[in-house]
């Protein structure tokens, strides 16, 4: 049987990813109510609103951790810097997405906290693989992605950006634990 902490914590060499508390949503609203953030994830809306922050806090804090795991990035110095998260998507195959306020971009925290998700995704919740997709025109999470040893699997597929209101074209990645 595979058991879970309720709150896992992952430390890497700049980072901790840890489950939310309620103090984090402010500082989570104020990076990620940013179209240039929203528009590049499925899951965000723009504008965003208050009770769209509370309602990822609060999976983050009760739900199940074995279907869908939200961590706060939290940079040891500086303070919360993001958020990624892992899910069961609807086939029941795990998929990760993630992302960082603005100010923090092309430092390289983006990839370390993918490759320490990763790590706990193997080791603690025991997955042999995690699907991930970029729309088209986010090349920078692409480079995120294949730095964090996910290959494409030459799938483009139309996924729904909520900011966007509108499909967007994605590339489809795979990572093998
Ligand atoms: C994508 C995102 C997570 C990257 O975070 P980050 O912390 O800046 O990522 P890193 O610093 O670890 O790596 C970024 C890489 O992309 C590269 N990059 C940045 N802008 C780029 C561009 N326009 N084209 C190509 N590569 C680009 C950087 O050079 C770096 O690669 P390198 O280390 O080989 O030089 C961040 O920009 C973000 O949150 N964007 C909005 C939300 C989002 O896109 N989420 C992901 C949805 S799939």
């Known amino acids: 049987m595979c058991t879970l902490d309720v709150t896992p914590t992952i430390g890497t060499e700049r980072l901790v990813l840890r489950g939310a508390v309620r103090d984090d949503a402010a500082a989570l609203a104020g990076l990620l109510n940013d179209y240039g953030v929203a528009s590049m994830t499925c899951t965000l809306p723009h504008p965003l609103a208050a009770e769209d922050v509370e309602d990822w806090v609060d999976r983050s804090m009760t739900g199940d951790w074995?279907?869908?795991?939200?961590?706060?990035?939290?940079?040891?110095?500086?303070?919360?810097?993001?958020?990624?998260?892992?899910?069961?998507?609807?086939?029941?195959?795990?998929?990760?997405?993630?992302?960082?306020?603005?100010?923090?971009?092309?430092?390289?925290?983006?990839?370390?906290?993918?490759?320490?998700?990763?790590?706990?995704?193997?080791?603690?919740?025991?997955?042999?693989?995690?699907?991930?997709?970029?729309?088209?025109?986010?090349?920078?999470?692409?480079?995120?992605?294949?730095?964090?040893?996910?290959?494409y699997t030459g799938d483009v597929v139309l996924k729904d950006s909520r900011a966007r209101g509108q499909p967007v074209p994605t590339r489809m990645m795979v990572w093998l634990a």
């Open 66 to 151: 074995s279907r869908e795991a939200l961590f706060v990035i939290e940079h040891r110095s500086l303070g919360v810097v993001g958020q990624l998260g892992f899910k069961l998507n609807e086939r029941g195959r795990p998929e990760v997405g993630y992302s960082l306020g603005r100010p923090y971009w092309n430092r390289g925290y983006a990839t370390e906290a993918l490759r320490g998700g990763l790590s706990w995704a193997r080791r603690e919740w025991r997955k042999k693989l995690v699907f991930a997709g970029h729309f088209a025109d986010n090349p920078a999470s692409g480079q995120v992605l294949c730095k964090a040893g996910f290959l």
